[in-house]
Protein backbone atom coordinates (compact mmCIF):
# COMPACT_ATOMS: atom_id res chain seq x y z
CA UNK A 1 0.00 0.00 0.00
CA UNK A 2 0.87 3.28 -1.28
CA UNK A 3 0.95 5.69 2.44
CA UNK A 4 2.06 8.46 1.00
CA UNK A 5 -0.04 8.79 -1.57
CA UNK A 6 -2.39 11.59 -1.38
CA UNK A 7 -6.17 11.23 -1.78
CA UNK A 8 -7.91 13.32 -4.14
CA UNK A 9 -12.12 13.65 -4.78
CA UNK A 10 -11.47 12.32 -8.24
CA UNK A 11 -9.64 9.14 -6.87
CA UNK A 12 -11.84 7.95 -4.13
CA UNK A 13 -14.90 8.46 -6.68
CA UNK A 14 -12.97 6.17 -9.37
CA UNK A 15 -12.68 3.68 -6.63
CA UNK A 16 -16.04 3.42 -5.24
CA UNK A 17 -17.36 3.26 -8.80
CA UNK A 18 -14.83 0.61 -9.66
CA UNK A 19 -16.30 -1.06 -6.41
CA UNK A 20 -19.74 -1.00 -7.08
CA UNK A 21 -20.41 1.17 -3.88
CA UNK A 22 -22.80 4.04 -3.29
CA UNK A 23 -21.49 6.96 -1.03
CA UNK A 24 -23.62 5.64 2.02
CA UNK A 25 -21.78 1.67 0.83
CA UNK A 26 -18.17 3.60 1.66
CA UNK A 27 -19.03 5.02 4.46
CA UNK A 28 -20.52 1.91 6.32
CA UNK A 29 -17.21 0.33 5.05
CA UNK A 30 -14.41 2.23 6.35
CA UNK A 31 -16.39 2.99 9.65
CA UNK A 32 -18.27 6.41 8.99
CA UNK A 33 -22.30 7.56 10.38
CA UNK A 34 -21.83 10.59 7.83
CA UNK A 35 -22.42 9.89 4.23
CA UNK A 36 -22.21 13.85 3.58
CA UNK A 37 -18.50 13.80 4.34
CA UNK A 38 -17.93 11.37 1.21
CA UNK A 39 -19.93 13.86 -0.74
CA UNK A 40 -17.75 16.29 0.39
CA UNK A 41 -14.47 14.73 -0.01
CA UNK A 42 -15.60 13.44 -4.06
CA UNK A 43 -16.58 17.18 -4.06
CA UNK A 44 -13.21 18.74 -3.21
CA UNK A 45 -14.90 21.00 -0.05
CA UNK A 46 -13.18 18.65 2.48
CA UNK A 47 -9.34 16.77 2.34
CA UNK A 48 -9.65 13.31 3.06
CA UNK A 49 -6.26 13.36 3.54
CA UNK A 50 -6.42 15.15 6.86
CA UNK A 51 -9.51 12.59 7.90
CA UNK A 52 -8.73 10.12 10.86
CA UNK A 53 -10.47 7.63 8.07
CA UNK A 54 -7.61 8.11 5.74
CA UNK A 55 -5.72 4.81 6.18
CA UNK A 56 -9.23 3.04 5.64
CA UNK A 57 -9.40 5.25 2.27
CA UNK A 58 -6.16 4.03 0.99
CA UNK A 59 -7.59 0.48 1.54
CA UNK A 60 -10.14 1.27 -0.55
CA UNK A 61 -8.48 2.81 -3.41
CA UNK A 62 -6.40 -0.26 -3.33
CA UNK A 63 -8.73 -2.64 -3.74
CA UNK A 64 -10.46 -0.74 -6.69
CA UNK A 65 -6.84 -0.47 -8.33
CA UNK A 66 -6.26 -4.11 -7.60
CA UNK A 67 -10.08 -4.77 -9.11
CA UNK A 68 -9.25 -2.70 -12.38
CA UNK A 69 -5.91 -4.43 -13.10
CA UNK A 70 -7.76 -7.85 -12.92
CA UNK A 71 -10.68 -6.27 -14.90
CA UNK A 72 -7.62 -5.35 -18.05
CA UNK A 73 -6.49 -8.74 -17.96
Same mark, same amino acid.
Not at 31 to 57: A, C, F, Q
Given at each position: =? ?5 ? !? %???? !????? !?? %? $? ?8 ? %? =? #?? &? ?13 ? $? ?5 ? $??? &? &? ?6 ? #?????
Amino acid at each position: =MIEDAPL !T %GKSI !TKARE !TL %G $LTQEDLAKRI %G =M #KR &VLTISRWENGHRDPN $LSPYRSE $LLK &V &VEAATTAR #KEMKR
